[in-house]
Structures are given as structure tokens and as C-alpha cells.
């Protein structure tokens, strides 16, 4: 049977976490509101939902809940096109749901992170039906990037910028009198004009919506496109047209332009004016962990999500590289690392891993479900043996693996209509997370489900994990439980590699416990550093050493 220690009984898992720099180890939890728990039985998440469920949060042992958008929006992209960034769209409830939800979260001792979405508004935001209607030379359209188009009637777009859901990142407008007009940018869908950061109405706009959600008690943001709002002097063309090739691995004239830097400088002070440490939470895909540094200098933000982490195979040597390179690109900074491996923009981590490797982070086959469950429980357990703060994304505590084979009808990714069901498989990672082992939704909610959840599911659930000391549920529980008995678990900046552990195997020393991993298909022999505390399988115990099996990680106490 799997090694796991007891969890705490509801209730006790949670003591507040000092307000010091209560970060820089935090485990927070990802709740994507659409997908977690409905409590209006419309088939959609929703706020009470989320607030109904907060115990459960609480008693998995986490320190925070990142909430993706619940604003007002016409939900071009899954609300990540705001209409109204101090109002929370009917779908989700109202804005007493999330002043009781941050109430309850505080009194159960969770802090609470808000997404803002800064790069980009809706086209049905005030502002930019206001630009459009009242015409060029307007002062309004000066928020957003309008131009005018090249060609010999302004028929082709002002540069060669595409979105990076495909196709280019403009589109045309209509003149109050009807006539073809300007072009405006959208790097995203086209209900996602870009704001222009150049104009001091925008940087006021976001400072005031900041200090609305501080004053409302959120601890912090994570802050959408953080790498976007500054695109280079002129707009320039690009001159490729393998542009979605370059995202994240090349410097470009739309993303992490050092000008960014001053619009988080302005908003960690905002920050820093409120009691308990609220923080800031770069989502910056940069080609590098080093420009992703940059974030998070001591006058910026607090953490910066680690793309580079998210993207590696369970694979030691590559790990291994991305764990040191990682540690080694926030100690000049002072930062804490961060480490994701799942979130509901990327296939799940336990059908990554269950696919070959080179597959990249959207993935559209199933794989071997046993193997890659049993990698993506091993490389949990190595992610929350690292220093720094992780993020769990809701549902990959229940092992759940990623829709597949979703129809083409039910899915909503604005990406997947616009590449031509090339790409747009995010809806795969965003399907409705089942509670219990029977009825509508599996507990979900008590009208269905927005997208389908597979008959399976019922046997994942919360219900059905819940008291299995084999279930992966139980083996997060017994994770971070283990972390918060052991504070030097997330602490420092540092780990000590042991020697010697064989091809495939990493090892490492941190204060008081050994984390020992075998990321290959056969067991390996390795010495007991110590007593063992918990395994994502079975370890066996001889007098001289112990046994890994396969893909599995073992923490050990020495
Ligand atoms: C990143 C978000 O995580 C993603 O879901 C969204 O589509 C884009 N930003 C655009 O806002």
C-alpha cells in the first residue's frame, strides 16, 4: 500500500500563516470559477459555489485561492475579456458573493488572489464602444491601439502582428457613417481590444480598479499578460510569419518590453500602502527565467509564474536543469521561485505525462492514463519539495487527467475557432471537477455540466478519493500537511543535490528531509537517507536501502 500519513482532521489543517512574507512558501490553489462548483444549478460555476466549498480547500491544507476572472463579460474568452472590471458578471453572482467569499476565506485562514486582466478590455467595455461610436480622432480611441490601414484603401492590417489565437491581430472598424474605417489591435481574440498604456487614463483606470479590489480585502493579484502592455515605439512589423513559434522563446515587439517594468513599480507602492502583504503575481511567458527575474526585482512584483517549469518533461535531467536554472535566476532578485505544473491554459500534467515527450503543453491524446497518473503524483511531490511557492490547479488533487475527446460543438475556446481546430485545447483542462460518485454532474452542481464530464469521472471524485489512503487526493493532503509540519520544506532559495544517485534518479537535501525521485520506467535500489514520511508509491523498506519503484517520489525525514 502507498506510504501516507494521516491527514489532519478538518479543521486543524490550517493555522494563519505568519503575515511575513507569507508568499514566498505559500502552496495556492487555482480555482477556475466556470468549472469548480455550481451553486445556482445553472451548469456553470459560480461564486456561492466557490464559497461553499472553501472548507474543502481549507482542510486540503493550501494558503491561498487564485480565483481566474469572475468580472462582467460577454465571455469571449472565458471571462478574460472584461466588461466591467468592478462588477461581477450575473453568471458568477454578485459582488456581495465575493465580499462573503473573501470574508469566509479570511476566517477559514485562505488568502484570496484576484486575476486583472490589464493587456487587453472587452469590445463591450464602456470605452471601447464609446472609441468606436464616436469616430476616428476621437480622444477615447487613443485608450486602445486604433490605426489606420496600409494598402491603397486601408484594406490590409497596420502591421504583421498576429493573435496568438490565430490570425491577425487586427481587425477592421466601421465608421459611424457606415465607410471602412481604422484597424484596432488585439493580440488576442478581436473582443479583446488591446488598451494602450501610453495613455494616462489607462494607467489611472488600473490603479483605481486595484485599490477597489484591495479595499475589498483580495491579498493580492495575478496579473493577466503581465509581459503585454508595452508594445515597441511605432508598432513594428515583426517579418515572420512563424510568429506563434517565437511566443515565449523570442523577444517581442508586443512582449516583454522593458517598459512594463514602470507600470508594476507604480503598483507594488499601490501595494505596499495595505496592510498584510498583498502581492502581485506576474503571468510574463518570457524566452527566459532570467528576463522572468525581471518581475520581480525587490521594487516589482512578488512572484512570477515558471513557464520553463510548467514546460519540462518528467525527465531528471531536464528537471534537474530547470530546478537549478530557475533557483539560480531569482537569488539576485531576492524572489521566491515558483513552481506550476498544470493550470487552464495547458493539458493537465497527468496526460502530458502520459504522452511522449516532445509533445509540448497542448495535447490532444490520452496516453497512457496509469502511467502518467503515477508521474504526475511523483512529480507533485517533487514540485512541493521544492523552495519557493507552488500552484495547484483544481482537479489535478483528484489525478484528473484531461478531457480528450471533447466534441467538436460543446467547445468554447475562442483559439479553436480561430486556427481552424488546430489549436484550442484548452477546453480539455476547464471540464467541471466532480465531487461525488453519483448524480447530476458528480456533485458539480444540480443542472448539468457546461462542458460534458466522462462517465469516469464518478470514481475521481472528492467523494470516492476521500478516506482511500491510495488516492491521489489523499496523497495531497498528506503532501502538504507533511509541508506545513516542516516549514523548511518551501523555505530558502537552495537545494543540495546528492551524489551519486544513479541515471534517472535526483536526490536533494533540504533542512531536516531528502526528496528522492526516480523519473524512470524501472525501480531503482538507493540507500534510505532517512525515515521515510511519505511516497507517491509504495517504497519498500530493507535492512540495507530501499527500493523505488517506478516514476516515484519518496520524502524522507533524516
Ligand atoms: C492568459 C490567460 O491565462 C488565458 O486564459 C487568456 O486566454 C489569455 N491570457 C488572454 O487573456
Given amino acids: 500500500m502507498t506510504q501516507h500519513l494521516a491527514a489532519p482532521a478538518p479543521g486543524t489543517a490550517h493555522t494563519p500563516s505568519t503575515p511575513t512574507d507569507w508568499w514566498r512558501d505559500a502552496v495556492i490553489y487555482q480555482v477556475y470559477p466556470r468549472s469548480f462548483a455550481d451553486g445556482d444549478g445553472d451548469g ?36 478574460y475579456d472584461v466588461a466591467d472590471y468592478r462588477a461581477i458578471d450575473p453568471m458568477f453572482g454578485t459582488l456581495l458573493d465575493a465580499d462573503g467569499l473573501i470574508r469566509d476565506a479570511h476566517e477559514l485562514g485562505l ?21 468606436l461610436a464616436e469616430g476616428p480622432g476621437s480622444a477615447l480611441r487613443d485608450r486602445y491601439h486604433f ?3 496600409k494598402g491603397t484603401d486601408g484594406q490590409l492590417p497596420p502591421n504583421d502582428w498576429e493573435s496568438v489565437f490565430g490570425g491577425p491581430a487586427w481587425t477592421r472598424t466601421t465608421d459611424p457613417d457606415g465607410t471602412p474605417g481604422d484597424w484596432y489591435l488585439h493580440l488576442f481574440a478581436p473582443e479583446q481590444p488591446d488598451l494602450n498604456w501610453e495613455n494616462a487614463a489607462v494607467t489611472d483606470e ?9 479595499d475589498m480585502g483580495v491579498d493580492g493579484f495575478r496579473i493577466d499578460v503581465a509581459h503585454g502592455l508595452v508594445k515597441a515605439e511605432g508598432l513594428p512589423d515583426l517579418g515572420t510569419h512563424d510568429q506563434l513559434k517565437l511566443l515565449g522563446n523570442d523577444v517581442m515587439p508586443f ?51 515558471n513557464f520553463q517549469y510548467l514546460g519540462t518533461y518528467w525527465d531528471a535531467t531536464a528537471l534537474r536543469e530547470v530546478i537549478d536554472s530557475s533557483l539560480a535566476a531569482m537569488r539576485p532578485v531576492g524572489a521566491p521561485t515558483t513552481w506550476v505544473l498544470s493550470n487552464h491554459d495547458v493539458t493537465r500534467h497527468a496526460t502530458r505525462f502520459a504522452n511522449p515527450p516532445g509533445l509540448g503543453t497542448q495535447i490532444r491524446t490520452p496516453g497512457d492514463r496509469e502511467l502518467g497518473l503515477r508521474r504526475a503524483r511523483a512529480a507533485t511531490l517533487l514540485m512541493l519539495a521544492l523552495p519557493g511557492s507552488a500552484y495547484v490547479y483544481q482537479g489535478e488533487e483528484l489525478g484528473l487527467p484531461d478531457v480528450t475527446d471533447l466534441p467538436d460543438e460543446v467547445r468554447q475556446d475562442p483559439s479553436f475557432f480561430r486556427a481552424a481546430g488546430q489549436d484550442g485545447f484548452r477546453d480539455g483542462c476547464r471540464v467541471p471537477i466532480p465531487w461525488t460518485s453519483t448524480g447530476p454532474s458528480y456533485g458539480f452542481g ?15 471524485s472528492v467523494e470516492a478519493q476521500t478516506g482511500d489512503p491510495t ?25 543540495s543535490w546528492l551524489p551519486d544517485t544513479g541515471e534517472g534518479v535526483l536526490a536533494f537535501a533540504r533542512e531536516g528531509f531528502v526528496c528522492t525521485a526516480n523519473t524512470t520506467g524501472a525501480p531503482v535500489r538507493i540507500e534510505a537517507p532517512g525515515t521515510l514520511l511519505l511516497s507517491s508509491s509504495e517504497v519498500t523498506l530493507a535492512e540495507d536501502g530501499a527500493v523505488l519503484p517506478a516514476d516515484t517520489t519518496a520524502w524522507w525525514s533524516v
Fill in 147 to 149: 490605426r489606420p490601414g
Fill in 446 to 460: 444540480t443542472g448539468g455540466s457546461w462542458l460534458p464530464q466522462p462517465a469516469t469521472w464518478g470514481g475521481l
Fill in 44 to 79: 456553470m460555476g459560480d461564486l456561492a459555489g466557490v464559497r461553499a466549498r472553501l472548507p474543502y480547500l481549507r482542510d486540503l491544507g493550501v494558503d491561498a485561492v487564485w480565483l481566474s476572472p469572475f468580472y462582467a463579460s460577454p465571455q469571449a474568452d472565458a471571462g
Fill in 206 to 214: 488600473f490603479r483605481s480598479i486595484l485599490r477597489f479590489w484591495l
Fill in 471 to 495: 488516492s491521489t487526493l489523499e496523497l495531497y493532503r498528506s503532501a502538504l500537511a507533511v509541508r506545513r509540519e516542516h516549514p523548511g520544506l518551501g523555505a530558502g532559495t537552495d537545494v
Fill in 111 to 131: 488568502r484570496v488572489i484576484t486575476d486583472v486582466v490589464p493587456n487587453h478590455s472587452s469590445d463591450q467595455h464602456e470605452w471601447f464602444k464609446r472609441a
Fill in 255 to 305: 512582449f516583454d518590453q522593458d517598459g512594463v517594468h514602470d507600470i508594476y513599480r507604480a503598483w507594488r507602492k499601490i501595494l505596499d500602502e495595505y496592510p498584510g502583504e498583498r502581492i502581485g503575481v506576474a503571468e510574463a511567458w518570457t524566452p527566459t527565467v532570467e528576463r522572468t527575474a525581471n518581475y520581480v526585482r525587490p521594487d516589482e512584483l512578488h512572484q512570477a509564474f
